[in-house]
């Protein structure tokens, strides 16, 4: 398949240029055409699940050919479980609120009109991802639901598999009277198709990366059309001195070890002088027990045995691994100026009872998500509510935090009059 | 002065990294605080308009020798009744509402976590702007008042007016005890600081560009940072065939000659086949007693007496003149149809008493600004109520329509628990 695409720039081109007409089908499609299509392709998964995991051990035998390491190949295999989920996430996404056309705040102006704000998709989003199949049945519902169009590229070792969802995908828009072209599935292992796809601002209006930070880099670089974008996670938990200590021994442990390969999970523990040594010697062993290394500034290492010096990297690293930098600090204003100044802009947490340390907090931490007393590995689209995620974005521009359907969608202004002029 | 500055690249970047500075004051500045600021600046340019006068004498001096023309001129000139304005626009931005720090959507998830979302700033946003010295004050204040820093670029034949102007400013925000540097006009007329400035994600995080078209292509092309952008606007107006045809003259008399080189002046009438006869006989007199060239489609130069034929290219051009472009069509669909391929997405007027193509006009008409029965004129900051406009956005992504304070901020999440922990 791959091989008979000779000219990339003009495939993608095509692609976009179908992207773009579908994408006005789309706009203009009801919540339960748009529905429909969501639970045929669900459903269309169901009953050819048998040629979809064929299709998948093709790409895992390739993917052992090559010597894909044991990580890649998990993530690249669909297990009956895993196409379960799919199929399961396809419906709860047709389950939720349909964000498009929602119109708000309608007021009267003093001339007569009345003007308000309506919900419209983006338009064609393109979706560039690792070798995980099942976002692209993901990726492809969040985007139909949110009434935009979508190209996706997947990563080359999972070829097969999105090639058979795409037909599944294909199989559900027609059912449901909506055009093919509404998801597109690249079917090329080029690299040349991802240049074109960023660099196409008359057909594809988002570009959204998902995948290494490297990835993620080249990508925002080089784009000429806005990326939503996720670089890194370096979140921080700050124990204020007039926090209630089991409260910081609960979150800061949480927030490091209930898992440590996620964006969300603590990297630094900034902990207020005043309490630092009833603290730490508290959480120290907790940590060890479970085989976090532990890095400290000069203050936390006399107080925690067996903790090595923190160097000035520490601060500016996200480790996804069990390992923690804690920093002592002499009060919310230091925790503040570090936060703002390591922090990756995703997540911070506070522990403190005072309202007045809380109330500073929430305004001043500069981060996509901002908690009081919380686990920072609540920060994620599932559980704020959004019904989903397709990423966590650590820009301020558009969407900030956990983008669900809504940072699909951008506003239009409406205006409705009566034969009003302007004066 | 701006000889003085030998290293542009260091200079721009030396004013970005304060702007960044002042921005973490001026997120966490109450509205009081910055109200005040506003207030000050105002009263400051009061009684410092000798000063300033004197000042915008030696621009306009300079421009005249430097023949400028008088179009240019008039842009430049600062008169007593325009440094009014100018003081009006800046207490009128004091009396809006603070958006910052606004908290929605707090919600209870099944957890125990409360969720929600505060307005934050963007943070630094850089303003490039032609010679209207106005444009520094009122930039300076829709972005204090939301929280931003700003770094101002004005064309450099406005310097010494700009220059006053900055002055006051730096007065004012000391008088509110809050950092001059919340403001910052660039003190070189060097074009490389424009260059500079764009490409500075570590410290600027918007650009607005205001001026000609050819000056915002290049700005986005070259920025490293999201732009906030208008480029055209070619506005419609349709006339149904279901329109109250007196509505019809009203609205597309309005819309094309209440001025003339206004961004959402109609450029392009479209008229139903259906009543095509009827509304060009009633407007095409009254847009000739104006003066209105007109150029139409084949069928228009059956119907109007002394229309020219249009060409491929009037369909996709901006006049910003006494001229508009008309085509009958055979319906609604054609009508959208043409509109989203011909537009620059900026503002489309329908005029019908049919409830139905209404509410398909505002869904699939993919503009920033759609209207039934009103006006195109009406598409304004001032007039949809957000108390003032920085600019209007052609874009979908982040700001769409009249870009107010809102446009100059972001959301983050707010969660509150009480020690909560992901299980």
Chains 1, 2 share one sequence.
């Not at 398949?1 to 203009?28: C, H, P, W």
């Not at 979706?127 to 080359?156: F, H, Q």
């Amino acid at each position: 398949m791959s091989d008979q695409i000779t000219d990339v720039v003009a495939y993608m081109n095509e692609l976009g240029k179908q992207a773009r007409a579908a994408s006005r089908a789309l706009a203009a499609a009801s919540t339960g055409e748009k529905n429909n299509a969501l639970l045929a392709i669900a459903d269309d998964i169901d009953t050819t699940r048998d040629t979809l995991m064929d299709e998948n051990r093709k790409d895992l035998e390739a993917g052992a050919a090559k010597g894909l390491d044991a990580a890649l190949l998990d993530r690249l295999e669909l297990t009956t479980a895993r196409i379960d989920s799919m199929i399961e996430g396809l419906r709860q996404i047709a389950a939720l609120p349909d964000p498009i056309g929602e119109i708000f705040d309608m007021n009267y102006r003093p001339t007569g009109i009345q003007v308000g704000r309506m919900r419209v998709p983006l338009g064609v989003a393109g979706i560039i991802y690792e070798s995980r199949p099942n976002v692209t049945a993901d990726a492809a519902a969040l985007c139909l639901k949110s009434g935009n169009a979508t190209v996706l590229r997947g990563g080359s070792e999972a070829f097969h598999s999105n090639q058979a969802i795409a037909a599944s995908i294909h199989r559900g828009l027609e059912k449901a009277g909506l055009p093919a072209e509404a998801v597109q599935v690249v079917a090329t292992t080029d690299r040349a198709a991802v240049g074109a796809m960023i660099t196409m601002p008359e057909y594809v209006d988002v570009i959204i990366p998902r995948g290494g930070k490297g990835l993620i880099e080249r990508i925002s670089n080089d784009a000429r059309v806005p990326v939503i974008k996720h670089l890194d996670g370096i979140c921080h938990v700050y124990i204020d001195d007039q926090a209630d200590i089991q409260k910081a021994f609960d979150v800061a442990l949480n927030a490091k070890t209930q898992r440590y390969g996620t964006c969300n999970t603590m990297e630094t523990l900034l902990v207020a002088e005043a309490v630092a040594e009833e603290a730490l010697l508290m959480l120290a062993p907790a940590y060890m027990k479970k085989g976090v290394e532990l890095r400290g500034c000069k203050r936390t290492c006399e107080i925690i045995e067996g903790c090595t010096a923190a160097t000035d990297e520490d601060w500016d690293t996200e480790y996804l691994a069990p390992i923690l930098s804690i920093r002592v600090v002499d009060d919310l204003d230091q925790a503040i100026e570090h936060i703002n100044t390591h922090s990756s802009q995703h997540t911070e947490s506070i522990i403190t009872e005072n309202i007045t340390r809380a109330r500073r907090f929430l305004q001043e931490a500069d981060s996509s998500s901002v908690m009081v007393n919380a686990s920072t590995r609540f920060a994620d689209g599932f559980e704020y509510g959004l019904g989903a995620e397709i990423g966590i974005s650590t820009d301020k521009f558009h969407a900030r935090g956990p983008v669900g359907l809504e940072g699909l969608t951008s506003m239009k202004f409406i205006v409705l009059g009566d034969g009003h002029i302007r004066s």
